[in-house]
């Protein structure tokens, strides 16, 4: 495993996300979840992230039974107090400490700050409520993670000196978003940067066969998805990467890439830039899978598993694509929805989402 220094901390450059674990009955599968920690652990990765939402509550209530069992200096836990799931964040912080059988956590993030929330996060309290916590020693590092503009972005960063920031950071977005401008505002202020969806909630760990031939010929021996986690590595402020895996093959392909000293290059950047111009051509909807829509919709619908589709059907045309819908577990369809926006308004990607719910209605139902 590769580490970086955080302030006299190794810490792993792998984090691993808890917010995709395998899950069977509708809560997470602690055997083939804890199988994964297992060997995460024991491959030297030191850096569990999770937050109160994550698995509507089970993520950090699945890592108080299982990180236990391992020493407390060994790893290095971060969770987050997201004000838009609940405002409390007293409370909140209370049931964290609880739930993860802590009494301090290595790292806390205000979660998720965006246009409509940044503001209320200084002005309800949080962040002196946190900041708090800090000097009491129940928070070692305080961060936050963005989905916001870049001027709530920069007056956010400006509070005080941040510790660290989370930041949605994969080659796509590099080149066809803001992100490098949410880059430089970090670097700019020394900022270490956690990573999250370096493959886009998966959606960078298969391209379509244009462009993974072009980066098959470059190295015929990398993964897909190892091409995201490297060029987000070779990013002088990025200090961590995180990865949100459901498969004990991901763990093990990214302890591979994690391992592995060799310093990608300008030609290879150039190789990616040209394989994502390729893939740029095909895609439609930038889902994450982040799920912040669902808990949301009245209807239940599995909003990013018909976007999926959605995507698919922009690639491939029609055919098998309502065989698809009709084999997605959801509640109601998009010919239930309501095209109230109450997803739209917990989307960071911006997906218009109440249009495509209607244009999946139109065309297949
Ligand atoms: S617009 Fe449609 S998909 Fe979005 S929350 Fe409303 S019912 Fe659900
Ligand atoms: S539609 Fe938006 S909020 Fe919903 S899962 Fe996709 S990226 Fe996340």
Not at 211 to 221: C, K, M, R
Not at 289 to 307: H, S
Not at 322 to 335: F, G, H, V, Y
Request: with cysteine; aromatic share 12%.
């Amino acid at each position: 495993m590769r580490y970086k220094d955080f302030n006299g901390i190794g810490l792993s450059r792998l984090g691993f996300g808890n917010m995709r674990l395998p899950e069977k009955d509708g809560r997470i599968d602690r055997v083939k979840a804890a199988e994964m920690i297992d060997v995460a652990m024991k491959a030297g990765v030191n850096y569990y992230d999770t937050a109160f939402m994550y698995h509507s509550g089970d993520s950090e209530a699945f890592l108080g039974e299982v990180l236990p069992q391992y020493p407390r200096q060994s790893y290095c836990l971060a969770t987050k107090f997201n004000i838009d799931f609940d405002s409390d964040y007293r409370k909140v912080f209370a049931m964290q400490q609880e739930k993860l059988k802590t009494d301090y956590f290595d790292f806390y993030l205000i979660h998720c700050i965006t246009d409509s929330n940044v503001h209320r996060y200084v002005d309800e309290g949080g962040v002196d409520f946190l900041l708090e916590q800090q000097r009491q020693g129940r928070i070692r590092y305080l961060g936050f993670s963005c989905h916001s503009g870049l001027e709530s972005l920069r007056w956010f960063a400006n509070h005080h000196k941040w510790d660290f920031a989370q930041l949605q950071l994969n080659y796509f977005d590099w080149l066809y978003s803001a992100t490098q401008q949410e880059y430089k505002i970090l670097e700019e202020r020394d900022i270490p940067i956690m990573v999250m969806e370096p493959v886009r909630g998966g959606r960078l760990s298969s391209l379509n066969p244009e462009a993974e031939a072009i980066l098959h010929e470059a190295h015929p021996d990398w993964s897909i998805a190892s091409w995201a986690m490297r060029f987000v590595l070779s990013l002088p402020q990025v200090q961590t990467v995180l990865s949100g895996m459901s498969r004990m093959e991901q763990v093990q392909d990214n302890l591979a890439t994690f391992s592995d000293d060799y310093e990608f290059t300008h030609e290879d950047r150039d190789v990616l830039f040209k394989a994502c111009a390729a893939f740029k051509r095909q895609v439609q909807v930038p889902c994450t899978a982040c799920r912040y829509c669902c808990d949301e919709c009245p209807m239940g619908i599995n909003i990013p598993e018909f976007l999926k589709v959605y995507n698919k059907f922009k690639v491939d045309g029609t055919n098998g694509i309502k065989a698809k819908l009709d084999a997605i577990d959801s509640m109601s369809t998009p010919a239930d929805c309501l095209t109230c926006g109450e997803c739209l308004r917990h989307c960071p990607q911006g997906i218009r989402i109440p249009e495509i719910m209607t244009d999946l209605n139109e065309r297949f139902y």
